[in-house]
């Protein structure tokens, strides 16, 4: 019924930048926070990014200052602006929203499939 689907990873040198967005398709009737995860081989999920609905947001302490989360609520899409990118920083980034659709009045939680980010040294 809802769906998320994240674009724009790849392959980008250190230092460089790359945005990915993350739209949510479906039955909507509200979505509430949005955030951004990474899971890098090995490790646990981590949250990278999140945006209330209201646009305010809260990062990793890692990630302060290079990336920067937006969301456009008419089109029900965020976005994430990677800059300064470093090698550690590779992962695949997932999309994570609580989403309320047109049939239920709770909010379910989605998550899109991942795209890959991989940064080169």
């Known amino acids: 019924q809802v769906q998320l689907v994240e674009s724009g990873g790849g392959l980008v040198q250190a230092g460089g930048s790359l945005r990915v967005s993350c739209a949510a398709s479906g039955i909507i009737a509200n979505v509430n926070d949005m955030a951004w995860y990474r899971q890098a081989p090995g490790k646990q999920r981590e949250l990278v990014a999140r945006?209330?609905?209201?646009?305010?947001?809260n990062y990793a302490d890692s990630v302060k200052g290079r990336f920067t989360i937006s969301r456009d609520n008419a089109k029900n899409t965020m976005y994430l602006q990677m800059n300064s990118l470093k090698p550690e920083d590779s992962a695949v980034y997932y999309c994570?929203?609580?989403?309320?659709?047109?049939?239920?009045?709770?909010?379910?939680?989605?998550w899109g499939q991942g795209t890959l980010v991989t940064v080169s040294s």
């Open positions: 945006i209330t609905s209201g646009g305010n947001t």
């Open positions: 994570n929203a609580e989403v309320r659709t047109v049939l239920d009045s709770r909010y379910l939680e989605v």
